[in-house]
């Protein structure tokens, strides 16, 4: 899943346009944790949305948001995990 615009104001998070509901995403401002969910296009259907939890650095040439997921794939006997990640996209240039 590419979700490629967000409107982050303090801790609230809101996909752009406002009514993409793939995702919910929560900030902890100063101290950097984030969690939240989100709606995979797994072949196979997700007993719910798969959770996550990562960090975000505010500083230095890594800053971004760090997470990770553990699927919940109906009856998975042999769960995957992946990397996702927050950043900043330079604007286009004219």
């Given amino acids: 899943m590419v979700v490629s615009a967000l409107n982050i104001v303090g801790n609230n998070v809101t996909g752009i346009p406002a009514t993409n509901s793939t995702f919910s ?26 959770a996550f939890r990562g960090i975000v650095l505010q500083k230095g040439r890594g800053a971004g948001g760090y997470r990770f997921f ?16 927050l950043g900043v996209r330079p604007p286009p240039r004219p």
């Fill in 70 to 85: 553990l699927s919940n794939r109906a009856n998975e006997t042999d769960p995957e995990s992946g990397p996702t990640m």
């Fill in 25 to 50: 995403l929560a900030l902890v401002p100063g101290t950097g944790p984030m969690s939240g969910a989100f709606t995979p296009n797994w072949t196979q259907a997700a007993v719910a949305r798969p």
